[in-house]
Structures are given as C-alpha cells and as structure tokens.
C-alpha cells in the first residue's frame, strides 16, 4: 500500500543535541511538508519541498533543517537552536496539478521529548 | 493571507445525537476547503474536500459539510454521532494556486455514551 512513513515514532533529545526524524513516502508525490503540532494551536508549517533539491521555509523553520535529494524522502533534523523541540512532528505530502486540490497525506507523526 | 477560525475548542455530544463543528475562513482569493480527522497518537486523515461545484459535499463516516460563500464558512455535520467519532477535527484552507494549507486550531469531538 502507498504511504508515508515516519520514523522513529518516539525520539528523546538531549539539551544541545542534534536529532533527524525520517519521512518516505511511496506516493510518487512531488510536494512534502514537515508540520509541528502543539497542544491547542493546531498545525504550523516548519518546511516544505515542491520538487527535488529545492525546498522554502514555513512559519516556524528556525531551529530546524531539511534536505531533499530524492523524491521519496525528506528528512527533518531538529538542531540545538531550536529551544522548546518538544512536539508531535508530523510528515505530508501532496500531488498538485492531480485534480486533488492540495489534498495532504500525513505519516503517522513522531513524538520528540527534550530530556 | 488566508485564515481559519474553528469556533468551538471543544464539543462534547451523547451517542447518537446530531453534531456541528463550525469553521469559518477568510481569503482574498479562490479556496479549497477541507476537513480532516485526528485520532489519539496518529497522523490525520481525509474526511472531505470542497473543491468547486456542488456546495454540499459528503465524506467518509456519514459525515458532510456545507461550503456558505457568502459567510466564508464550512460547517461539518453528523446527523448521528458514535462514540468512535472521539477525535480532534481540523479544518483547513489551501488557495487554489499555490502549495500551502493553512489549518484551524482544531475541534476535540468527545462522544459520551
């Protein structure tokens, strides 16, 4: 079945610690998102990818990164800069020009605790 | 800039009653509308889209909304809720040109027995 995995699903980042949350989907979609979702304020956008090698900043991108080498994947790491990581990050995709209107397909999100 | 507002934080209703989680939106230009559904410790899903054409559109799990243009609203309704409905629903907007959706703070949906 078509998808998008999220790994891991629970992470613990030490204070000063780099950590990568890792998104595939097999959708053969162009377009991904990484979004950080806080109890009560819904979903911010931190990054996101139209096509391989290109991506832009969202709402909220400072203290994160991305890459996007390969259509499949989109990595997130959270760096040190970022002072208050902890959330539920969740991966998405989409397939403009499809006649789907921007539709999303999520991962199945990843818990990060700063300890 | 494109907005949401969902109205209600939280909405608890008994099995088998009707519901409605409002949402109202604001944006200059042509939208997409959309529901999606959250269940405890998951991604979210698809309930429904408004794209263009018919203003009422239907969705998975009995549920439909009513896209109201000249109230910039899009109310979701169940004529019958059960307590599997529990979950938290995010409204959502995407203009009809571009790549970004902009979400609601959510509704939390708690079905009493």
């Known amino acids: 079945d078509g998808g998008i995995t999220q790994s891991p699903k629970y992470l613990f980042r030490k204070e000063g610690q780099n950590v990568t949350l890792s998104c595939e989907q097999n959708l053969n979609h162009d377009a991904m998102y990484w979004y950080r979702q806080d109890p009560g304020q819904g979903l911010r956008l931190i990054y996101y990818?139209?096509?391989?090698?290109?991506?832009q900043k969202g709402d909220i991108a400072e203290g994160y990164s991305v890459s996007r080498e390969k259509k499949e994947s989109f990595p997130l790491t959270v760096t040190s800069a970022q002072k208050n990581p902890t959330a539920f990050y969740l991966c998405?995709?989409?397939?403009?020009?499809?006649?789907?209107?921007?539709?999303?397909?999520f991962g199945e999100g990843s818990w990060l605790t700063v300890v | 800039a494109q907005s949401v507002t969902q109205l209600d934080s939280q909405v608890p209703v008994f099995e088998e009653a009707p519901v409605e989680l409002r949402c109202n939106y604001s944006s200059s230009v042509s939208v997409y509308l959309f529901w999606y559904v959250q269940y405890p410790n998951q991604g979210l899903q698809l309930l429904l889209k408004y794209l263009s054409g018919s203003t009422l559109v239907k969705g998975i799990n009995g549920f439909e909304a009513e896209f109201n243009k000249s109230q910039t609203s899009f109310h979701l309704r169940k004529p019958s809720v059960h307590i599997s409905d529990t979950a938290e629903y995010f409204c959502a907007v995407s203009n009809t040109g571009g790549f970004k959706t902009i979400f609601g703070a959510g509704t939390r949906l708690f079905v009493k027995a």
């Open positions: 990818s139209q096509i391989v090698n290109d991506f």
């Open positions: 998405a995709s989409t397939h403009p020009g499809t006649g789907q209107g921007n539709t999303i397909y």
